[in-house]
């Protein structure tokens, strides 16, 4: 019988533009953070990953800050995925009984401008992506944000008023990168980026870390009585779906594959969660997210968010914290400070932003060739 995997402790640390720290010294802060929450000291860690995406090294740099204890390490880079991917392989090898607690680090010093593509060696005019000025991520999601308009009606302002939630919730985090509320008109008014998506509808590179302890159920109570359970998790790629040109070209990856799987594997439906993290890099990709993840009908997306539905007391609150569009992107951490604010609000420790009736959350994390869902029970 599988084991069941709990999530012990979990830390962020302040998400900022420009920082002095280094990898290292960031990864270790998050770390001692959650150890602490979990009620853990770093010699009971029998598994280690780091989520990181342009520093290479940072696994054992990022561990051996906290000892040398001769366990496994490993490096994850998948882009934005990279840490909520650390928490998936955590689990597996909790619920087969390989390890019993493991540590996900995820951490980033971001290059300033428009994210660079790191990959060396591949030619992009053999992919249509390349071909179409799309392998960038402005130009991919507005043209999911103009094709969204095309068929079902949504509007400019209705993917803008995302970015307004966003920044209203970002100034209840002490850690988010941008702490500011704006007017819709700020966010409309910005300059434009790739239309429809204006400046204050990307998210900004961030530095910062994250951390995420995981522990067998039957061991969890050992060192806490308040443990959030990971009841299901899913991933998928990209897919190549005949007439689904936003799937098959301009998708991170099939976000409704991976759904179904984490909510099969949890035994719920969209109509059970109460609470949710999905990946804002853009605005637009709040609204495409919570579609296929079957949380509000298709074509539906702008006005469930245009209507307040997603604000932290509305009927699905959505990016509690901010999300990416506030709090800032360090590309290896974004997915550890996901499932940090789903556990939080699970446990009722989320303060000013916290949200009533929370028993079940999800988390949706995006990255180039991977979306990863997880969902979160008490």
Request: charged share 20%.
């Amino acid at each position: 019988m599988a084991r069941k995997v709990a999530v012990l402790g979990v830390a962020v640390t302040r998400f900022a533009r420009e920082t002095t720290l280094g990898v290292d010294e960031m990864a270790k802060e998050a770390a001692l953070m959650a150890l602490e929450d979990a009620g853990m000291s770093y010699k009971d860690v029998q598994v280690g990953f780091c989520g990181n995406v342009y520093q290479v090294g940072a696994a054992p740099f990022s561990f051996y800050s906290l000892g040398k204890t001769g366990i496994p390490l490993t490096r994850l880079d998948i882009a934005c995925t990279s840490s909520s991917k650390g928490v998936h392989l955590g689990a597996y090898m909790i619920e087969a009984g390989a390890c019993d607690t493991c540590l996900v680090i995820g951490v980033e010093k971001m290059p300033r401008g428009m994210v660079p593509m790191p990959v060396e060696g591949v030619s992009f005019k053999s992919l249509v992506d390349g071909l179409m000025g799309l392998i960038t991520m402005p130009g991919s999601y507005a043209h999911k944000a103009t094709r969204h308009m095309h068929l079902y009606g949504s509007r400019p302002e209705q993917f803008a008023q995302v970015s307004v939630k966003a920044h209203r919730n970002g100034c209840l985090n002490p850690n988010a990168t941008y702490q500011k509320a704006l007017t819709l008109e700020e966010v409309m008014e910005s300059r434009m980026i790739s239309y429809p998506i204006t400046m204050y509808q990307c998210c900004a590179n961030a530095n910062g870390a994250s951390a995420v302890v995981l522990c067998s159920g039957g061991k969890a109570r050992r060192y806490t009585t308040r443990a959030v359970y990971l009841a299901g998790w899913g991933e998928a790629s990209m897919k190549y779906t005949p007439g689904d040109p936003i799937e098959t070209y301009l998708s991170d990856g099939d976000t409704g594959l991976a759904g179904k799987k984490a909510y099969q594997k949890a035994g719920i439906g969209p109509e059970d969660v109460d609470v949710v993290q999905v990946h804002d890099a853009f605005s637009v990709g709040e609204i495409t997210s919570l579609e296929a993840l079957g949380l509000c009908p298709e074509g539906k997306g702008a006005v469930f968010a245009w209507e307040g539905n997603t604000e932290i007391d509305g009927k699905l609150p959505v990016n509690t914290d901010g999300g990416l569009l506030s709090c800032g992107h360090p590309l290896g951490a974004s997915g550890g400070r996901m499932i940090a604010e789903v556990v939080l609000q699970l446990r009722g420790q989320a303060g000013k932003r916290q949200v009533k009736n929370h028993r079940v959350a999800l988390v949706q994390n995006s990255g180039i060739g991977a979306s990863n869902v997880m969902v979160f029970k008490v």
